[in-house]
């Protein structure tokens, strides 16, 4: 079947059974490889004539405002939001961005590094990120993150913006405060601030606002050769955050000051995140008529993708994944001595933070409710995490939420067992994980296996623009 007739058979959806359309069988130089059902099906994860920019998002009035996004860009690469680095393996060993006890080195480019896809390489642990802290979870890429509405592994966070404020109040990742964030935006960025969002952030955060210093700001504890911080600062004070005294001495109309002028932030690295794709791969070529842009084990691989091996059950639509939540029965693995995440809740956890949080998008400091959010936490959410994207996943230096695979050939082998629920594997757990899984072995050969890992190595593009992956 050449390209011509492959994109009349796709187009012929109804007529297909009489049209001759249907090549399975015919393994003549990668041509007429997949099947016209699964042509079908493939298309689907590849419209005509481009790839789709990311949905409009209600929430953020300047989701795809271009002076947002060039303001955005910068405040992605400025590590000056981040306090004090707490954890003590800071030092020197472990791929960290300074020493313990520095400041100012955290950027949201340290753990989405631009040149690895927006993915962590930089820490020993690949992709567990070591910040203020180590992270809980492995740091995810974020090309194409303005495809999905409900974020974060578990869906703790509705939108972008939100999200920002996450990485500032955390001391695993820029230990500082949505206050310190307000702040340093009003002495460092007012005027283009002003420019977009109408006020001047200096003049609203005036004299009556405490001033905090970097070295005053987010967790604060003993600095010591075994600290090692936790997502609540047990063991530290904390300032800046709601619940916190210098924040919670701030009226109601302050602190919406203060969060307002956070979250705008958070909308222009938002506007600037939108535009980050990994952008369109060799398999869209292919369905889009060029015969010999997949080879004949990457089409095989394609049609196993929509077939025997499932994958697009979840991973399906222009970006594979169907941004839901799924319980795989994947049993965390020792990453390294310090990371077994045991018994992660998943989205059963997260999904119910995100319904109560203030911030969400239901809330004031939305633009517009989408209704994204469900309106309770769905059942089925216990060990559940969002099916992650899958353009540009070769770039990716490990796996799953725990970082605990470091190829494409473990994850394949991963889903063919039908998840680590079977007996009798290799290396034997160390625990297991909560909840049901959703999967069953596959019983895929050798070589459906490798076709399918061809595949997914298939799905690079080009990446953002050149001048989207440094400083501006
Ligand atoms: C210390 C490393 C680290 C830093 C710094 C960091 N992130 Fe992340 N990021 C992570 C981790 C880890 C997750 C996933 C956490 C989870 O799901 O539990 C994440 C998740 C995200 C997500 C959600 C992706 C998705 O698909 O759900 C976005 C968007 C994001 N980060 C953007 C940013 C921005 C913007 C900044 C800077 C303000 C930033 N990150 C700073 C580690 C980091
Ligand atoms: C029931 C839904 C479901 C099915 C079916 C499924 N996946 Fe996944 N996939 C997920 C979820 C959810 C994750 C993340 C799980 C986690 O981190 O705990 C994942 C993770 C992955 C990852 C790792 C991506 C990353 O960034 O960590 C790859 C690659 C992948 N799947 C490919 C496949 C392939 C290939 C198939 C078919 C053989 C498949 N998946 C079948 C839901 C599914």
Excluded at 227 to 235: A, G, K, L, R, V
Excluded at 283 to 298: I, P, Q, W
Excluded at 327 to 345: Q, W
Excluded at 359 to 385: C, K, Q, T, Y
Aim: charge should be negative.
């Amino acid at each position: 079947m050449g390209g011509v007739a492959r994109v009349l058979c796709l187009g012929l959806v109804a007529v297909l059974a009489a049209s001759g359309c249907d090549g399975e069988g015919t393994d003549e130089g990668g041509v007429g490889i997949i099947s016209a059902q699964a042509l079908i099906d493939l298309a689907r994860h590849s419209p005509s004539p481009a790839l789709p920019a990311p949905p409009a998002d209600a929430s953020n009035q300047f989701a795809d405002n271009p002076a947002a996004a060039t303001l955005g860009h910068k405040l992605f690469f400025d590590p000056g939001f981040s306090g004090v680095l707490l954890e003590s393996d800071n030092d020197g060993n472990h791929g960290g961005v300074g020493r313990q006890g520095d400041t100012s080195k955290v950027s949201c480019a340290s753990c989405h590094v631009p040149a690895s896809g927006f993915s962590d390489d930089r820490t020993v642990h690949k992709q567990l990120s070591l910040a203020a802290g180590w992270s809980n979870r492995r740091t995810p890429s974020i090309l194409d993150v303005g495809h999905a509405k409900i974020l974060m592994w578990d869906g703790r966070i509705d939108s972008l913006q939100r999200q920002v404020l996450s990485v500032f109040e955390s001391p695993l990742e820029g230990n500082s405060s949505r206050l310190f964030f307000a702040q340093e935006i009003a002495r460092r960025y007012a005027s283009q601030y002003q420019a977009l969002f109408g006020s001047d952030p200096a003049v609203v955060l005036g004299a009556d606002y405490p001033q905090p210093a970097v070295t005053g700001t987010g967790c604060q504890m003993a600095l010591t050769t075994s600290t090692t911080p936790t997502e609540e600062c047990t063991n530290g004070t904390r300032s800046g955050v709601p619940g916190t005294p210098d924040y919670d001495a701030l009226n109601e109309a302050q602190q919406q000051a203060v969060t307002t002028i956070a979250l705008n932030a958070g909308k222009a690295i938002a506007a600037y995140e939108r535009q980050l794709s990994c952008g369109a791969s060799r398999f869209d070529a292919f369905m889009h008529g060029d015969e010999s842009a997949l080879s004949a084990a990457e089409q095989r691989g394609a049609a196993l993708f929509v077939g025997k091996g499932k994958c697009a059950d979840c991973h399906t639509g222009p970006f594979f994944s169907d941004q839901k939540f799924h319980n795989v029965g994947l049993f965390p693995a020792l990453v390294s001595a310090a990371f077994t995440r045991k018994n992660d809740m998943g989205a059963e956890k997260g999904l119910a933070q995100v319904l109560t949080d203030p911030l969400n998008v239901r809330g004031i400091f939305s633009d517009g409710d989408d209704e994204r959010l469900p309106s309770s936490v769905p059942a089925g959410m216990l060990g559940a995490f969002r099916t992650p994207m899958l353009r540009c996943a070769a770039l990716r230096p490990s796996f799953m939420h725990t970082g605990q695979f470091r190829s494409l050939e473990e994850v394949v082998t991963f889903f063919n067992q039908g998840g680590h629920k079977q007996p009798g594997i290799e290396p034997a757990p160390i625990i297991g994980f909560l909840g049901e899984t959703e999967i069953a072995p596959l019983g895929l050969d050798v070589q459906e296996q490798a076709d399918l890992v061809a595949f997914l190595r298939s799905l690079n593009g080009a990446g953002p623009a050149a001048n989207l992956l440094l400083p501006p």
